[in-house]
């Protein structure tokens, strides 16, 4: 019998009560502190709706410019919250942004964390792209072995670095860690499969906090009801590693969490 004795039945009420708390509604918060001078931006955690001009107002008094792949805008001198260029309605989580800044400035995004199995379309040359995850990253264990004969140089404002096969690691140069919240530009030097950073989040961590607790069951239960969990099926809810996301990967989550109690 699945449950037998008082154990198996105070186990299973403290499994129903996790179950029916993760229906609460959470969101994360990503802090963004801007330098005066040139900043490389992305997101990890985005609203619902990122709406370029709502993510942005907050700083746009001290902004020089926003600079993205194949775009740049700069605040109107006069008219307050009105954007002089060509920018993107709403925010993609794959771009990366350089940010100029007059002074310091910063602001908080309130949302959820972005999908982080995200591929990247890069052409050959130089391409700005996010980091999608909210933890760092070693170079040579963020970016798959496979892309280093595609890849030239990896870079920011002031760091850099070269495949070196000779190299422990893989990687020579100054950038020798990928931080969250940070954008990158990577160097094609030969077209192949789409881009993508490696995954670092452990198996139930839903949410990428290195915790494995009830603000995890509420992530995964959040996406299950959505009906949107295709592109989560390798992600670090898919506790039973079937390729998709569904009500026994919320039990099997609940149980990882009381085992550890």
Do not use: C, K
Not at 120 to 137: D, E, R, T, W
Not at 140 to 145: C, E, H, L, S
Not at 152 to 175: K, M, R
Request: hydrophobic share 40%.
């Amino acid at each position: 019998q699945l449950f037998t004795g008082g154990h198996n039945m105070s186990r299973y009420f403290n499994i129903s009560l996790l179950f029916l708390l993760s229906f609460s509604y959470t969101t994360e918060t990503q802090l963004i502190e801007l330098t005066q001078g040139s900043n490389e931006v992305s997101f990890f955690v985005l609203p619902e709706n990122p709406e370029f001009t709502e993510i942005f107002s907050p700083i746009f008094d001290n902004t020089i410019s926003i600079a993205g792949e194949g775009f740049i805008v700069t605040p109107h001198p006069i008219l307050e919250g009105i954007w002089i260029g060509s920018f993107p309605q709403y925010i993609n989580p794959q771009t990366g942004f350089i940010i100029d800044m007059s002074s310091f400035s910063s602001f908080e995004i309130e949302g959820e964390y972005v999908n982080p199995l995200l591929t990247y379309q890069l052409h050959l040359g130089v391409n700005l792209i996010s980091y999608p995850y909210s933890q760092p990253q070693m170079i040579g264990d963020a970016i798959p072995v496979e892309f280093i004969n595609q890849i030239g140089s990896v870079f920011n404002l002031d760091q850099s670095a070269i495949p070196n096969h000779l190299s422990p690691t893989g990687w020579e140069g100054s950038l020798e860690s990928i931080e969250m919240g940070n954008s990158y530009n990577i160097v094609i030097i030969s077209e192949g499969e789409d881009f993508y950073w490696n995954n670092p989040i452990s198996l139930g961590d839903f949410n990428s906090d290195l915790n494995i607790d009830v603000i995890d069951v509420v992530q995964l239960v959040n996406v299950i009801l959505s009906g949107d969990s295709s592109d989560f099926q390798d992600w670090a809810g898919d506790i039973d590693s079937n390729g998709v996301l569904n009500i026994l990967d919320v039990i099997l989550l609940v149980d990882q969490i009381l085992g550890t109690l």
